[in-house]
């Protein structure tokens, strides 16, 4: 790989999964002879299966009470996992470097208060008056946070405030196709020169009843019982199991990274997304003009990490193109272990190649026979993200030697 002081390098990563909270229990994995043993909450949001959020101290990385008290566990996790990568990169606490950094946050709609959404919902079963009463309760029942649900960009906020980063600030908003703009914004501003230092990521709490019944109303969810991500049956095209994740990553351009001594994780070789219509093999089609833009070969002994959504049609199909397409390289569906983690979605996946190339330690088959062990480590990876409904995208990493 030639070297260049343009190249866009990961070098801090923030990460908290079912798994656990850091890197350790996700390193742990690479390199392993078995799959690591899935965390699957049954019961809290019965009859959905989902992956929970860890046991987390929050004082570790959101230090006062009263910061903690005004978010709800979304924010928290934003927050945590972006103190961790600020931790990991060695810059936490540098004014200097974290005033001058920008940030982009993926974002969803934000937790709803669900106690006053069922209080609303029962007292205007016994009231004509409903437009009075929702007006009463918005003036006295909702924090000030609050719109009925918080905003989007509170996460980017809160960040500056704990953090002190206070560069420019973006959020982008929506499902799998937020983590992707995200994503590849932050890779284009730093490529270009625009960023010297960037903050990425975003989080996703599974456990929130408001998001599981948008998705039970479009059929998607996985009903009782958790299965491989391969292997989950196709009645109303069912298959996704939500994972609670937190994912930031730090980006810095190769010479801003090496002036400071910094640790390099991976080379960003090239982030791409896109949406559109699906049927006829436009997916196909489109997905394969993603992985040639974004660079990747596709050669024996690389890794292709799927953030398959686990729904039948969309996943069969990413599986089948993906294996005929690139038959060399070794395909892992992160999401079968970590739930798929919406906004989310994309930087996890980018944050286990990267620990993956890293390290030098493949990760085993995660999802049984229908993935292929590896011999040797990887040097090159690949990640995708597909939407539920919209949206593609699409990674290429490589190691840094």
Same mark, same amino acid.
């Given at each position: +790989?030639?070297? #260049?002081?343009?190249?866009?390098?990961? *070098?801090?990563?923030?990460?908290?999964?079912?798994?656990?909270?850091?890197?350790?229990?996700?390193?742990? +994995?690479?390199?392993?002879? @078995?799959?690591?043993?899935?965390?699957?909450?049954?019961?809290?949001?019965?009859?959905?299966?989902?992956?929970?959020?860890?046991?987390?101290?929050?004082?570790?990385?959101?230090?006062?009470? /009263? %910061?903690?008290?005004?978010?709800?566990?979304?924010?928290?996790?934003?927050?945590?996992? =972006?103190?961790?990568? &600020?931790?990991?990169? /060695?810059?936490? $606490?540098?004014?200097?470097?974290?005033?001058?950094?920008?940030?982009?946050?993926?974002?969803?709609?934000?937790?709803?208060?669900?106690?006053?959404?069922? +209080?609303?919902?029962?007292?205007?079963?016994?009231?004509?008056?409903?437009?009075?009463?929702?007006?009463?309760?918005?003036?006295?029942?909702?924090?000030?946070?609050?719109? &009925?649900?918080?905003?989007?960009?509170?996460?980017?906020?809160?960040?500056?405030?704990?953090?002190?980063?206070?560069?420019?600030?973006? *959020?982008?908003? $929506?499902?799998? /196709?937020?983590?992707?703009?995200?994503?590849?914004?932050?890779?284009?501003?730093?490529? =270009?020169?625009? #960023?010297?230092?960037?903050?990425? $990521?975003?989080?996703?709490?599974?456990?929130?009843?408001?998001?599981?019944?948008?998705?039970?109303?479009?059929?998607?969810?996985?009903?009782?019982?958790?299965?491989?991500?391969?292997?989950?049956?196709?009645?109303?095209?069912?298959?996704?199991?939500?994972?609670?994740?937190?994912?930031? &990553?730090?980006?810095?351009?190769?010479?801003?990274?090496?002036?400071?001594?910094?640790?390099?994780?991976?080379? &960003?070789?090239?982030?791409?997304?896109?949406?559109?219509?699906?049927?006829?093999?436009?997916?196909?089609?489109?997905?394969?003009?993603?992985?040639? %833009?974004?660079?990747?070969?596709? @050669?024996?002994?690389?890794?292709?990490?799927? $953030?398959?959504?686990? *729904?039948?049609?969309? *996943?069969?199909?990413?599986?089948?193109?993906?294996?005929?397409?690139?038959?060399?390289?070794?395909?892992?569906?992160?999401?079968?272990?970590?739930?798929?983690?919406?906004?989310?979605?994309?930087?996890? /996946?980018?944050?286990?190649?990267?620990?993956?190339?890293?390290?030098?330690?493949?990760?085993?088959?995660?999802?049984?026979? #229908?993935?292929?062990? +590896?011999?040797?480590?990887?040097?090159?990876?690949?990640?995708?993200?597909?939407?539920?409904?919209?949206?593609?995208?699409?990674?290429?990493?490589?190691? %840094?030697?």
């Amino acid at each position: +790989m030639t070297k #260049s002081a343009n190249d866009v390098v990961l *070098t801090g990563i923030g990460l908290v999964t079912s798994l656990g909270v850091g890197q350790a229990p996700h390193v742990a +994995m690479l390199g392993a002879d @078995n799959a690591p043993e899935v965390t699957v909450d049954r019961e809290t949001c019965a009859p959905y299966p989902v992956h929970p959020l860890p046991e987390i101290d929050w004082k570790d990385q959101i230090p006062r009470r /009263g %910061d903690q008290r005004q978010m709800e566990n979304w924010q928290r996790l934003g927050v945590y996992t =972006a103190g961790l990568a &600020l931790d990991d990169a /060695g810059v936490k $606490g540098d004014e200097a470097y974290c005033s001058t950094m920008d940030m982009i946050v993926a974002a969803g709609g934000g937790e709803r208060d669900i106690a006053v959404d069922t +209080m609303i919902v029962n007292e205007g079963l016994k009231r004509s008056d409903r437009e009075v009463l929702l007006n009463e309760k918005l003036t006295t029942e909702l924090r000030p946070t609050l719109f &009925l649900a918080q905003l989007a960009n509170l996460v980017a906020g809160n960040i500056s405030i704990v953090h002190k980063v206070t560069g420019s600030s973006r *959020t982008f908003m $929506g499902e799998e /196709g937020a983590g992707i703009s995200a994503m590849a914004t932050a890779y284009a501003r730093v490529l =270009a020169g625009q #960023s010297t230092h960037m903050l990425v $990521g975003g989080a996703f709490v599974a456990e929130r009843r408001d998001i599981l019944l948008m998705f039970e109303a479009i059929h998607a969810l996985t009903r009782d019982e958790w299965k491989p991500l391969w292997d989950r049956p196709a009645e109303d095209d069912g298959g996704m199991v939500l994972g609670t994740a937190g994912t930031f &990553l730090v980006l810095e351009s190769r010479a801003f990274a090496e002036a400071r001594g910094a640790h390099i994780y991976a080379v &960003l070789d090239g982030v791409e997304g896109d949406r559109g219509k699906r049927d006829a093999g436009k997916f196909e089609a489109r997905f394969e003009r993603l992985f040639s %833009d974004a660079g990747f070969s596709g @050669n024996a002994g690389d890794l292709i990490f799927s $953030g398959a959504t686990g *729904t039948s049609d969309i *996943t069969s199909r990413e599986a089948a193109f993906l294996k005929k397409t690139y038959p060399g390289a070794a395909l892992r569906g992160y999401t079968g272990v970590t739930g798929h983690a919406v906004e989310a979605n994309f930087p996890l /996946g980018i944050a286990l190649a990267a620990l993956s190339l890293d390290k030098r330690k493949a990760p085993p088959p995660f999802n049984g026979p #229908s993935e292929a062990p +590896m011999d040797t480590p990887a040097k090159h990876a690949a990640v995708t993200t597909v939407g539920l409904q919209r949206g593609e995208g699409v990674a290429v990493l490589s190691a %840094d030697e």
